[in-house]
């Protein structure tokens, strides 16, 4: 078994705890694969974001799980999206915490987990890729 895959989704509005998730899951020995941190200053026209989005949908795509970045359980479009991606391509899916559809009701797909308080998002030595739902 080659090394655990893990791709980041979520809001760029949780910044901070992607760069921390970055660092956490790599150190437990996983290949993580996050969006571009683009300062929000920056200007993009539309055809740069729509590369940006069609190479991290590629990223998604290739990996053996996919992490929900839903700090106090917010997901917005794009992150349904990169969600809705990941269950057509077989890729695990995990929330770092419940989702919300509507305040105060949490809503997770059967199958899918949530990291729970406290938790390590990762064990050293944990195998995600034995997550990973198989197609046909």
Same mark, same amino acid.
């Given at each position: 078994?080659?090394?655990?895959?893990?791709?980041?989704?979520?809001?760029?509005?949780?910044?901070?705890?992607?760069?921390? @998730?970055?660092?956490?899951?790599?150190?437990?020995?996983?290949?993580?694969?996050?969006?571009?941190?683009?300062?929000?200053?920056?200007? @993009?026209?539309?055809?740069?974001?729509?590369? @940006?989005?069609?190479?991290?949908?590629?990223?998604?795509?290739?990996?053996?799980?996919?992490?929900?970045?839903?700090?106090?359980?917010?997901?917005?479009?794009?992150?349904?999206?990169?969600?809705?991606?990941?269950?057509?391509?077989?890729?695990?899916?995990?929330?770092?915490? =419940?989702?919300?559809?509507? =305040?105060?009701?949490?809503?997770?797909?059967?199958?899918?987990?949530?990291?729970? =308080?406290?938790?390590?998002?990762?064990?050293?030595?944990?195998? @995600?890729?034995?997550?990973?739902?198989?197609?046909?």
């Amino acid at each position: 078994m080659g090394i655990p895959v893990v791709a980041l989704c979520g809001s760029m509005r949780f910044r901070d705890e992607f760069d921390r @998730l970055t660092t956490e899951l790599t150190l437990a020995g996983n290949v993580v694969l996050a969006p571009v941190m683009i300062d929000a200053s920056t200007v @993009l026209d539309e055809e740069t974001r729509a590369r @940006l989005g069609r190479v991290h949908l590629a990223k998604v795509a290739m990996a053996d799980e996919a992490l929900v970045v839903n700090v106090g359980g917010y997901l917005g479009e794009s992150t349904r999206r990169e969600i809705e991606h990941a269950h057509a391509h077989g890729v695990a899916v995990r929330y770092l915490e =419940p989702p919300l559809i509507e =305040p105060g009701e949490a809503v997770v797909e059967p199958g899918e987990a949530v990291v729970e =308080p406290g938790e390590a998002v990762v064990e050293p030595g944990e195998a @995600l890729a034995e997550s990973r739902v198989e197609t046909q």
